[in-house]
């Protein structure tokens, strides 16, 4: 079931039509520039749980991710969020933009930061490996897979993680590395949430079910909600490659999850279509936003808060039980 907010924003639809609303938003955007520079800066809310950065080796590497654990009452199991920041980006920048620390306190659920490697030759850029982003660590073959899959088993050892619930949230070169987990961790992430990044993974493998969250504005030219190359801008900086649409990703995972039908929405500037009755209570919604650009999306400037759409539609809220009182 989705959560509250999701569920008020649908009405009846059929499969390909909903399939249709996405290829006549690709068909039809007019593209408009939004820099990753002006991505609002939101002050994460000072978390009072446990703060810390954790460091572990993986394939010869010294990697790590910044570890945000509520306040709670009992040692019961608690969902864990991974918040993987973008292209340009860091842990700490992750965590500002995001706000989602905040949400992690005020709900109960474990949230992880991890850095990236080094993206181009900027002192504090890093980048993943994604597939065909960005930068560096697709020169350098790094395994961020593995990394991301050690930073989970580390995180087990020193907290109460619920192995069921799982999930992975990223932006831009961050989302396209979520989709690429989901494709090569078969049974260890329950869902995914992409903003602003495309499957760009060249043969995902994907084995079960994945719950899969997409949100792009249609005006972005970062990772065109179309599809094609990036913009210059970018490509001077990361390098260049080729995007999916967006409409290919969501056809890939409503085959891949078994979907069924679909509702649809369109509420001022945004349009939700949920595909229903996927394979083992599995889901996949999108969210595009009109004329949208790269950022992270707030109420404001894009009519919906993207962190709480997240941590509402993969349902991270415990238990009172497990919150300090």
């Keep these: 079931m989705l959560p509250d907010r999701a569920r008020g924003f649908r009405t009846p639809s059929a499969l390909l039509g909903a399939l249709a609303v996405v290829a006549l938003l690709v068909a039809g955007c007019a593209p408009v520039s939004t820099p990753d520079a002006s991505a609002p800066v939101i002050a994460a809310a000072a978390a009072t749980g446990a703060a ?8 010869g590497i010294e990697r790590s991710y910044l570890l945000r654990t509520p306040v709670r009452a009992t040692d019961d199991a608690m969902p864990l969020l991974i918040v993987i920041h973008g292209a340009g980006g860091n842990a700490a920048r992750a965590e500002t933009a995001t706000a989602l620390t905040a949400l992690s306190d005020a709900d109960g659920f474990i949230v992880a930061y991890p850095n990236g490697t080094q993206a181009a030759n900027i002192p504090g850029e890093l980048s993943w490996n994604a597939g065909v982003c ?73 084995e079960g079910v994945t719950s899969v969250l997409m949100i792009h504005g249609t005006g972005d030219l970062t990772v065109p909600f179309q599809g094609g190359a990036t913009n210059q801008r970018t490509a001077k900086r990361f390098g260049t490659w080729t995007n999916s649409p967006l409409s290919s990703a969501v056809a890939f995972w409503v085959g891949q999850d078994g979907c069924g039908n679909s509702t649809t929405k369109v509420a001022g500037g945004l349009t939700h279509v949920s595909f229903t009755t996927c394979t083992d209570g599995a889901k996949v919604d999108v969210v595009t936003i009109k004329d949208g650009g790269h950022i992270w999306p707030v109420e404001a400037k894009s009519g919906m808060d993207a962190s709480t759409f997240i ?12 919150l300090a009182q």
């Design 311 to 322: 941590t509402e539609y993969f349902g991270l809220g415990a238990p009172v039980a497990t």
């Design 52 to 59: 810390v950065t954790n460091t572990i080796t993986v394939g």
């Design 134 to 206: 960005c930068g560096r660590p697709v020169v350098e073959q790094i395994d961020d897979v593995a990394f991301i899959a050690a930073a989970i088993a580390d995180i087990e050892s020193k907290e109460p993680v619920d192995p069921t619930r799982i999930f992975v949230t990223g932006f831009s070169n961050g989302g396209m590395l979520a989709h690429r987990l989901a494709c090569e961790l078969p049974g260890r992430i329950a869902g995914i949430a992409v903003v602003a990044g495309a499957l760009n993974v060249p043969e995902c493998a994907a």
